[in-house]
């Protein structure tokens, strides 16, 4: 069985421009959750999607990051434009509608903005 | 504010000795409990989580981890360390919820590194 799989795994950009990171979470997961983590500080909730509604959004830092999920299956986070401070690894995980189950996650796209 | 400590940024452990990784958490209720382990150039992969029953949970790779309600931790432990256990380690927290698992509140991560 694959696993949370996200496109790029780096990115660099110039501030102002437009990153769309992608995720392709494991088959019939319906949970699916954006995360990131600045320089050596805590990884940090973005959005929770359930299939494709978005179900919290309230780690969303401001208006220039919009997260979709069309058709409930992969998603994507644009950033657009990007700032410094935008710089990061950005995390998406998965996970079925069960309880305790845990969230699986891919390996993170590097994001950095100069 | 919901939170997690984790107080070290790194720990040494020679190979072969015990190790413990601390976890503390501030979240109201009776929080599902996880660690998550890095390693270099991978994606987090999940080590154990606590979900109700004994305080002593086992893990993946020989990990355990306590959980002590009074204290509100959640410290990871081994008996024997290995090189291999060197990598970056994650606690987090899910406030519960009638609808299961909601989002993951993270520490600051702690490095742990084996030396032989």
């Known amino acids: 069985e694959a696993g949370v799989t996200q496109f790029p795994s780096h990115s660099v950009i110039e501030k102002g421009q437009t990153v769309t990171l992608r995720c392709d979470p494991i088959?019939?997961?319906?949970?699916l959750y954006w995360y990131r983590r600045v320089m050596g500080k805590e990884i940090k909730f973005l959005l929770h999607?359930?299939?494709?509604?978005?179900?919290?959004e309230s780690g969303m830092p401001n208006n220039r990051f919009l997260a979709e999920r069309t058709g409930g299956t992969y998603s994507t986070l644009k950033v657009q434009p990007a700032e410094l401070e935008d710089s990061g690894v950005y995390f998406c995980?998965?996970?079925?509608?069960?309880?305790?189950?845990?969230?699986?996650f891919g390996q993170g796209t590097r994001l950095t903005v100069v | 504010a919901q939170s997690v400590a984790q107080p070290e940024d790194q720990v040494n452990v020679a190979e072969g000795n015990p190790l413990t990784v601390k976890c503390t958490y501030s979240?109201?209720?009776?929080?599902?409990l996880f660690w998550y382990v890095q390693y270099p150039n991978r994606g987090l992969q999940f080590l154990l989580k606590?979900?109700?029953?004994?305080?002593l949970v086992k893990g993946s790779y020989g990990f355990e981890a306590e959980f002590n309600k009074s204290q509100t931790s959640f410290h990871l432990k081994k008996p024997s360390a290995l090189v291999s256990d060197s990598a970056l380690y994650f606690c987090?927290?899910?406030?519960?919820?009638?609808?299961?698992?909601?989002?993951?509140?993270f520490g600051a991560g702690t490095r742990l590194a084996v030396h032989p």
């Open positions: 995980a998965s996970s079925p509608i069960v309880v305790n189950t845990e969230a699986f």
């Open positions: 088959s019939g997961h319906d949970n």
């Open positions: 999607f359930v299939k494709e509604s978005k179900q919290d």
């Open positions: 979240v109201s209720g009776n929080p599902y």
């Open positions: 606590y979900i109700t029953g004994d305080n």
């Open positions: 987090a927290v899910s406030p519960r919820d009638k609808g299961g698992y909601n989002k993951l509140i």
